[in-house]
């Protein structure tokens, strides 16, 4: 049973590059969520979407782009990275509250702009 | 205004001693979770404990119990006999309903360090 499964692990952008972070669940969940994770601090929301073709804006959209076309899948696009994108990125999924309250993690992208 | 706050940054505590990490929120829809994550220094986000807003008894995993007080918008994790595995970054989350959409938001962590 794989959960969330995000690719790359690790990345080394130049300023300017642009990439997509993968993710994939396999548990049927309606609702995905990006997040990033500045060194020594919490998550912050970046986006998040509660089913296919429904994405909507979190705490941090600015520089950041999604889309929801299956269930399954739940991309971040970084267009013209910059050194304040240097994080560490986790995606998460959950079912409604009826189903099992617990949101699922990706083992997260370690990603570097320099 | 902050959803989830954690106002201990940093905690030392000795080994087999119980330990509270503190978290208050702040919400104003009447149905929401709330939960604790564990990220040892390997960087995974390991789920510990869930406790509903309309759930009368306290929710308690094994060692981890949620120390829950609604009128106070409290829900502090209590670790009992402490290990030195248990030395993490600590977060505390919210599950809330807003226009529908199921939202999971964090607090800022506490970073949890048992000495032997």
């Known amino acids: 049973n794989a959960g969330v499964t995000q690719t790359p692990k690790f990345r080394i952008l130049k300023i300017g590059q642009s990439m997509t972070l993968q993710c994939t669940q396999d548990?049927?969940?309606?609702?995905m969520y990006w997040y990033r994770q500045d060194p020594g601090m919490g998550l912050k929301l970046i986006y998040y979407?509660?089913?296919?073709?429904?994405?909507d804006k979190g705490e941090v959209p600015n520089g950041y782009n999604v889309s929801r076309s299956t269930t399954e899948d739940f991309p971040l696009r970084l267009e013209l990275a910059a050194p304040s994108q240097t994080s560490v990125y986790f995606c998460?999924?959950?079912?409604?509250?009826?189903?099992?309250?617990?949101?699922?993690f990706g083992q997260g992208t370690r990603l570097t702009v320099v | 205004a902050q959803k989830i706050t954690q106002t201990q940054p940093g905690m030392f505590v000795q080994e087999k001693e119980a330990v509270t990490l503190d978290c208050t929120y702040d919400t104003s829809d009447p149905s929401y979770g709330l939960f604790w994550y564990k990220q040892p220094s390997s960087g995974e986000m390991i789920f510990l404990i869930y406790q509903g807003s309309y759930d009368q008894q306290n929710a308690t995993e094994g060692r981890y119990s949620l120390n829950f007080q609604k009128a106070r918008k409290s829900a502090n994790l209590v670790i009992s006999a402490s290990q030195l595995g248990d030395s993490a970054m600590y977060f505390c989350a919210m599950r809330e309903i807003i226009q529908g959409a199921q939202k999971l938001v964090f607090g800022q962590g506490t970073r949890l360090t048992i000495n032997p």
């Open positions: 979407s509660v089913g296919a073709g429904i994405t």
């Open positions: 548990m049927n969940h309606n609702y």
């Open positions: 998460a999924s959950s079912a409604p509250n009826q189903q099992g309250p617990e949101a699922f």
